[in-house]
């Protein structure tokens, strides 16, 4: 083996030197650190067993012979070449952590330091360097950084929720579910699998599961809500929250946590210092406790006076729908009003006025061919106005819808549609015989004027169909065009009183009118109303 320090010959040098030379291979060989002799070129001239150990050798020769130079030891050979020219430069390297690989490639960490080796002369004929594996010292100083960057993460953490958690607008409180856990198991060893049935039949479990409830936290907000100093007070008087009204909800809160749901929101009345009060509230188990239920986070906001405001509005609404119901009766009415004065004077008038005619035209005898023509042209024009007040007064009150029924009057209506515009039309009723009021026959039948009006005037339509069908409770009717389809900025439109009118004369009886329509596949009028419309 090539060594950079000749081993001294027998009496050549003085025992003093060849005592030191002695030490020196003693303490090269048997250090536990990993000693190396490298040549200026980098090659590996002498390892010792601990570095030949660090890096996955069974012994120094073998090393030697493997590893050609020590460039091959680093995990970025680059940075062993660039050490090298620094001992060149600087005759040393300051100890410095290094990632390094093992012979079957795994990654350490090694603490290195080099300095040059001189000959007698000052010529510098090597380098020594020293390798310290500090891998296991590393891991664990990343360990304690991670550690304690996580506590800091933590810890500020913790800030932010107890800020958020301390002055948040919204009650807030953590509270110990793991006693209702205990007992629902309980119940299941006894044999109880529907949770809800035994709540209903044992009502003062409920109350029994409050008291299983342990607050433990809560912030001011929710303290000056119930009048509490604190959580101790807050689990003490826990029960005393809650009026009989409350168990039922606070019942199927218990069954959905026995059920195993970690999840559940509702509205319940809770009685407070100020009074009764309506709170929209939702529980939540943290992700940590799905097993024990011990961590179960609750939030809740005061409804009290959005309900009542709900309230106000369904009752002014139901007000709306009464004035409007009024509107379209007292509508209906006057134009029943005017129809039967059309019919009855100005109808009977003008038969009159034509029988009249008759006669007067029956008494002058033969006329010149201008005459003739003159008689012929004003008995035309009363057969028009007679026309005229009939198809008036049939739109205004359709008789036939009163003494034939609602099935006739549509049929009636599609055909004289027909006949007027061309367009063909179909119907179809599954009960032709059911006897239905007149409101909900003439609110029905409007709707069809209204709807084949705007078939006229926007849906350029070729086909017509009216589908309607009696539903148990409700009328279902379902009128659809095959033309260019409604675009939806008109159905949004608040100016398209004739879709306004149809969607209010459904509403006013607790009815409902949805349109909906694609462009070329046409438009879809579908009407849903109570048949117990008064």
Request: charged share 30%.
């Amino acid at each position: 083996m090539e060594h950079l320090i000749k081993k001294p010959k027998t009496g050549k040098y003085p025992q003093k030197i060849r005592d030191s030379e002695s030490r020196y291979k003693s303490l090269f060989e048997n250090s536990i650190t990993g000693v190396a002799q490298i040549s200026i070129d980098g090659r590996l001239i002498e390892v010792n067993a601990a570095l030949a150990t660090l890096y996955g050798y069974s012994d120094p020769e073998e090393m030697i012979k493997k590893v050609n130079n020590v460039s091959k030891l680093y995990e970025n050979p680059v940075e062993g070449t660039e050490i090298l020219s620094t001992l060149k430069e600087k005759g040393e390297t300051k100890p410095r952590e290094i990632s390094m690989v093992r012979r079957d490639g795994t990654r350490l960490t090694v603490l290195v330091g080099e300095r040059e080796i001189r000959d007698t002369n000052g010529r510098v004929i090597g380098y020594q360097a020293e390798h310290v594996d500090i891998t296991d010292r590393k891991r664990k100083e990343e360990e304690y950084t991670q550690r304690k960057e996580a506590e800091v993460k933590i810890m500020e953490s913790e800030s932010r929720y107890r800020t958020l958690f301390e002055y948040s607008v919204v009650p807030i409180w953590e509270q110990d579910c793991s006693g209702l856990q205990i007992f629902f198991n309980s119940l299941r060893e006894e044999g109880i699998k529907d949770f809800r049935s035994y709540f209903r039949k044992n009502p003062e479990k409920v109350r029994y599961c409050i008291s299983l409830v342990r607050i433990i936290d809560a912030n001011k907000i929710s303290l000056n809500y119930l009048g509490v100093k604190n959580k101790y007070e807050m689990t003490e008087h826990l029960s005393d929250f809650f009026i009989k009204e409350s168990l039922d909800i606070l019942a199927e809160e218990f069954t959905a946590f026995a059920e195993g749901k970690m999840q559940f929101e509702g509205n319940i009345p809770v009685k407070m210092p100020h009074g009764i009060r309506q709170l929209f509230f939702r529980l939540q188990v943290l992700p940590d406790y799905y097993d024990t239920f011990s961590r179960v986070m609750v939030s809740w906001i005061d409804i009290t006076e959005r309900i009542r405001y709900e309230k106000v509005l369904e009752e002014s609404s139901m007000v709306l729908r009464d004035l409007n119901r009024h509107i379209e009766k007292a509508r209906e009415d006057e134009r029943t009003r005017i129809s039967q004065n059309l019919h009855d004077d100005l109808g009977q008038k003008l038969t009159a006025l034509k029988m009249d005619f008759s006669w007067l035209k029956a008494r002058v005898g033969v006329q010149s061919i201008i005459v003739s023509e003159k008689f012929a042209s004003m008995e035309n024009s009363l057969d028009e106005a007679v026309g005229t007040v009939q198809r008036i007064s049939s739109d205004l009150r359709p008789r036939i819808l009163y003494d034939l029924g609602l099935t006739a009057a549509i049929e009636w209506q599609l055909n004289e549609f027909s006949k007027t515009t061309g367009i063909k039309c179909t119907f179809r009723v599954n009960l032709k015989d059911i006897a239905i009021n007149d409101n909900l026959s003439i609110i029905v039948f409007r709707i069809i004027q209204e709807s084949l009006t705007n078939v006229i005037r926007h849906s350029q339509a070729t086909e017509v169909s009216v589908n309607l069908k009696y539903q148990k409770d409700y009328l279902n009717m379902i009128i659809r065009d095959n033309g260019i389809g409604i675009d939806q900025d008109k159905l949004n439109n608040q100016k398209s009183y004739g879709l306004m009118g149809m969607k209010e004369r459904a509403r006013a009886y607790g009815g409902e009118v949805k349109i909906k329509g694609a462009k070329g596949t046409g438009t879809t009028v579908h009407v849903i109303i109570p048949m117990a419309v008064e």
